[in-house]
């Protein structure tokens, strides 16, 4: 029986699980097409804008991953633009592609409300590391050229705004108010008008999670001296200005802008059935309904709990549902019956700047402060060790004249 291909669009967390799960099964040709060639973690984003670590430490080598699972799987480096489903063809701006299962896993983008005047233009993002990387360099430089300018001794403020009141928005508030006193504490910057403010449309940060973890990532902000502005909304953004509610001004340095999501562009020209933040529409087995051979996974698609709760767009949600669609792929191939996805968040884990963390898993585990820290940092860990192991095997089958500059390792 000739073999069947399998395309998977999308390195991110989705991706890389449905990956794994296709390639061990010796079943199919897989190919992973990715405009970058690394797998961003961006769950340790807030680390990498706060100087915690390095580059290397969010990336992982795409192509050694996909050369450690044998020559039956291969990466392509490409922006896919347009899906042909009659044709079970992919258009990307290089290549073209044939298949017989796609699953789409292309992420999400930073969903700025079109609404508001200035606000793509005046604020950073940090859903892409060329966007976190970005941020990381123009606020540092932004933080330098005041310094020089003051001699040294920032005698006005610098403001920093954060919109958004989610994990990110929280992490990285948390973040980079620990950075800026790590600074104060080693006298490195003589400077003490720093200020971080965290915009937030709802009573309290992390609304919809369990009070546990906003009880206690409301007490860690207020202790890093973050000033917290509830009930408010971003309705215009100016250089150095915004206005909350139409009615208030703060002005700031350097702004981000975490608040909420949309699908990839890619979705964009799909005539298939959406929700209202571009997401594709997928059934119990993740399949978009109206185009055969075709599955989606991760904040591509709107996934749902097996009671048909949303499901937050979250690492672990994409990972569930990465592995769902691929044991769903190899079940048509094998001419088994599918299986219903089983997507369920089996906890939380948040980081709070520093040694500190919040973490509540499988509804009873809870720690705050060190131990949170640790517990996260040993899961974290893990995940990273596992995909630099199946790297290293890729790397040894890599040609000498390319090992020598790999990212990931």
Not at 226 to 246: C, D, G, K, P, Y
Request: aromatic share 8%; with cysteine.
């Amino acid at each position: 029986m000739e073999r069947k291909r399998v395309v998977i669009v999308g390195g991110g967390y989705a991706g890389v699980q449905a990956l794994k799960i296709l390639a061990a099964s010796g079943e199919c040709d897989v190919v992973l097409i990715d405009q970058h060639p690394y797998h961003y973690l961006q769950t340790e984003a807030y680390e990498l804008i706060a100087n915690e670590c390095s580059m290397t430490r969010v990336m992982i080598d795409l192509v050694a991953l996909c050369l450690s699972y044998g020559d039956n799987v291969t990466y392509i480096k490409d922006t896919i633009r347009e899906v042909d489903y009659e044709a079970k063809h992919i258009i990307g701006n290089t290549s073209g592609h044939s298949y017989d299962y796609l699953l789409l896993c292309t992420g999400s983008r930073t969903a700025y409300n079109g609404g508001t005047q200035g606000l793509r233009e005046h604020s950073h993002g940090v859903k892409t590391l060329q966007s976190a990387l970005s941020f990381k360099q123009q606020f540092e430089q932004r933080l330098y050229s005041r310094l020089e300018s003051e001699g040294g001794w920032c005698s006005e403020p610098f403001n920093i705004v954060i919109g958004g009141g989610g994990l990110s928005g929280v992490e990285i508030a948390a973040e980079m108010a620990h950075y800026i006193r790590i600074f104060h504490r080693d006298n490195t910057l003589t400077c003490d008008n720093i200020h971080i403010f965290l915009i937030i449309p709802h009573e309290t940060v992390l609304e919809g999670m369990e009070e546990y973890l906003i009880k206690h990532a409301t007490k860690r902000l207020i202790q890093l001296g973050v000033n917290i502005i509830n009930h408010s909304r971003i309705t215009s953004v100016e250089e150095h200005a915004l206005v909350l509610n139409e009615t208030e001004a703060v002005c700031f340095d350097f702004m981000i802008f975490t608040g909420g999501i949309v699908a990839s562009t890619l979705t964009a020209g799909m005539k298939v059935a959406k929700n209202k933040k571009s997401q594709l529409i997928v059934d119990e087995y993740m399949r978009v309904g109206e185009c055969e051979g075709v599955f989606a996974a991760g904040d591509i698609a709107q996934l749902h709990d097996p009671e048909g709760k949303m499901v937050p767009p979250t690492a672990q949600g994409a990972e569930a549902s990465g592995i769902s669609a691929a044991v769903n792929i190899l079940a048509l191939i094998q001419g088994k019956p599918m299986v219903r996805s089983n997507i369920r968040l089996k906890g939380m884990m948040i980081a709070l700047g520093g040694g500190y963390a919040s973490i509540s898993l499988l509804g009873w585990i809870r720690f705050s402060g060190l131990i949170g820290y640790t517990i996260k940092g040993i899961i974290m860990r893990g995940y990273r060790y596992l995909l630099h192991r199946q790297c290293a095997k890729g790397l040894k089958r890599m040609p000498q004249n390319k090992r020598k500059c790999r990212i990931g390792f």
